[in-house]
């Protein structure tokens, strides 16, 4: 009972500060330049365009921030990989973000880089502050690291004593002086801050998830670095050079210096945040360091922090290896943008994983748009054209059709909280009831019949209801679908705006007389997927680490970087024997070999080589081995070195000795 209330009244004083707070600032993360944008970043990044669409259009005074997060080690080896500078690296796939987003018409406010000279003063000024209150001190960090992740890890957590729990990849053993963070000292202070706003974490079972890694005890976070260069330097006053800020605290302060903190501050007023968007993988960074970061800035935290899930394709987790990335740019242009755009977000209930097929894609464009919206506006076309040369005048709907009416601004009244609690499938899945009651009233009234009959005013507000409801629909759907909600509003002679949003949604107006045109169908019909497969995108450095070869071709088109005979014999390659082979369960690609290099044991290699070879044909053959890179796991099994390969256009085939050589022969 006291739990209810507490909820009830937080919700209250939410919506309280909501109705004050006219300002709605959206985020999406900032995406590390070490990759480009796949399907995951685009659902992100739409998502919160479309909060943002629809705060503007509600009337509120909006900020919309998105950008990329350019310092750390990996970007700093991803660079060296490309044999580039690091700024001239993170400038190149910055800037590949951002040409999508602006190719996508995302309705960003500022494209923030961690590269920028006022995001680093702003994050030394955040340092400075919460060193002054106390919350940093200096002392030496021993564990483990996991460059991928860009996140330390306690050995408790590890897999194998070695590798990531997260990623599976192999850790570094980091020992260095750092500066910490004093985290413990905020874990009461975060579970009270989650119990009393039951709505800071969406969706919920994410926040229990938070609630209790943080119950487990937290420990104080190293927030500085020695062993490399590519960050933000500690503030001048701290006077300790060989430090560079860990990334994550120098990406999460974006949120708040992409507003001007720590520089010109004019902007801040928009902080704090409305919705901050993330994927479920980032939840622990912006769940916990975030908000105890901001209250030992003293600032306010979000309103909500919103984690979705994870994309996999075809019921398969998309990765480079197994070239089944999905590309956004590929699948707007095959498919149009807008419907992408709706796919994503109708597919899948927030929070939940999604999977991307072509086949569910075509379905709701066939069904949804195709049939139910787009079919709903030929039909008004069909009306208005035969019995009425076009004109559509709203005078006597109310006369005829309240009922319908009512039945439309009931539904249109629940919509805008589905969007902000983050519930945005069911928003849109709500949005489509006022198109059966179009549809239906089309069935029940028959216009040809009330023609007929002479009933000709009838069948003029049937013509004026549809259209109704097809704008009042158009508005609602603009922020997910702009282009087409700004197609049907001009083929309806209205602009969509905070003006028609507040007569057509907030009130219950209905459109002027105006003359309907014949427009092109909004949604051809599509029999056949639209792309062969998706091409796979760049490589990207977080995969290279386990598949070399590739990288190697990656580098090449891009030159690589000349290298020393001493850089070059820092590779151990040696002749081995395949002493054993067999195939990978579930997967199309992989073998698993043991290969004998003249150890005690030998190797277990898992290697990407089934299209061209069977287990058959590798047992007992000779094989050149890279012998001292770092294991790996490929499906969940440790893979202990690579086979030299090459591959074209043609495929692939294995480099062997030309004549048999025993096996741990180095070669050089
Ligand atoms: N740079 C950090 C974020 C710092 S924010 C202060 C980062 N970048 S990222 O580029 O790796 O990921 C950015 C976002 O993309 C994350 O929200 C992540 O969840 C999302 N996705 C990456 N792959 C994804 C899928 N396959 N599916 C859905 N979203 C995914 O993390």
Request: glycine share 6%; aromatic share 10%.
């Amino acid at each position: 009972m006291s739990a209810k209330i507490t909820l009830q009244t937080h919700l209250f004083k939410e919506l309280r500060t909501m109705s004050c707070h006219k300002k709605s600032y959206i985020t999406t993360p900032i995406y590390y330049v070490n990759d480009i944008a796949h399907i995951g970043h685009a659902y992100t990044t739409i998502i919160a365009d479309t909060l943002a669409r629809y705060s503007r259009m509600s009337g509120l005074d909006t900020f919309f921030l998105t950008g990329t997060d350019e310092h750390g080690q990996k970007i700093e080896e991803a660079a060296k990989t490309r044999g580039k500078t690091t700024q001239d690296y993170a400038d190149e796939i910055s800037a590949t973000f951002k040409d999508l987003w602006d190719d996508f018409d995302i309705s960003y406010d500022k494209f923030i880089r961690t590269t920028d000279a006022d995001h680093m003063k702003g994050v030394q000024k955040a340092f400075s502050v919460m060193y002054e209150n106390g919350d940093i001190y200096k002392d030496t960090y021993k564990g483990h690291y996991c460059i991928s992740c860009e996140t330390f890890f306690p050995s408790i957590q590890l897999v194998d004593d070695e590798f990531c729990p997260e990623c599976g990849k192999s850790t570094t053993i980091v020992e260095e002086e750092s500066y910490f963070f004093r985290l413990s000292n905020y874990q009461d202070k975060l579970l009270q801050y989650y119990e009393d706003h039951p709505n800071f974490i969406l969706p919920k079972s994410k926040r229990n998830e938070v609630i209790r890694f943080v119950e487990g005890g937290l420990q104080d976070l190293s927030i500085t670095r020695t062993s490399f260069d590519w960050g933000v330097k500690l503030p001048a006053e701290i006077d300790d050079p060989k430090h560079v800020m860990y990334v994550w605290l120098d990406a999460l302060m974006n949120y708040v210096t992409g507003l001007g903190y720590g520089t010109d501050e004019a902007k801040m007023d928009y902080w704090p945040a409305r919705v901050q968007l993330i994927g479920k993988d980032i939840l622990r960074f912006h769940a916990i360091y975030w908000p105890a970061f901001l209250m030992s800035l003293d600032l306010p935290l979000p309103t909500h922090i919103a984690a979705h899930g994870w994309w996999t394709r075809d019921g398969e987790k998309m990765s480079k290896s197994k070239g089944n990335v999905v590309n956004p740019r590929e699948v707007a242009d095959a498919y149009g943008l807008d419907n992408f755009r709706y796919f994503m977000l109708r597919e899948v209930p927030f929070g939940g994983d999604g999977d991307f097929s072509q086949k569910a894609l075509i379905d709701r464009i066939n069904s949804d748009l195709g049939n139910d919206l787009g079919n709903l506006l030929n039909r008004l076309i069909g009306m208005s054209g035969k019995y009425f040369e076009g004109n559509v005048d709203s005078s006597h709907v109310a006369k005829y059709y309240q009922a319908e009416l009512d039945e439309v601004h009931a539904v249109l009244n629940t919509l805008e909280p589905l969007l902000f609690d983050m519930q945005i499938h069911r928003y849109l899945e709500e949005l489509w009831k006022p198109l059966t009651v179009a549809n239906k009233a089309i069935d029940k009234y028959q216009p040809w019949t009330l023609m007929k009959e002479g009933k000709e005013e009838e069948a003029m507000a049937l013509n004026g209801l549809i259209a109704a409801i097809l704008a009042k629909v158009s508005i609602m759907l603009s922020p997910v679908m702009p282009a087409v909600g700004k197609k049907i509003s001009e083929a309806l002679h209205f602009t969509i705006d905070n003006d028609s949003w507040n007569r057509m949604i907030k009130s219950s107006e209905l459109l002027a007389p105006f003359v309907l045109e014949k427009i092109d169908p909004l949604f051809p019909r599509i029999e056949a997927p639209l792309l062969e497969q998706a091409e796979p995108i760049d490589e990207t450095p977080k995969e290279k680490q386990e598949k070399k070869p590739e990288a190697k071709e990656a580098a090449k088109e891009e030159g690589v970087a000349l290298i020393g005979i001493d850089q070059f014999f820092q590779t151990s390659l040696k002749v081995g024997t395949v002493v054993k082979a067999e195939e990978v369960p579930k997967s199309k690609k992989l073998l698993l070999l043991q290969v004998d290099i003249g150890e005690e044991q030998p190797r277990q290699i898992v290697a990407g080589i089934k299209e061209w070879y069977s287990a058959e044909a590798m047992l007992n053959t000779q094989v050149c081995v890279v012998a001292n890179l770092k294991p790996a796991k490929l499906m969940g099994l440790k893979s202990e070195g690579m086979l030299l390969a090459a591959k074209d256009e043609n495929g692939l085939c294995m480099i062997r000795p030309e004549k048999p050589k025993t096996a741990g022969t180095p070669i050089g």
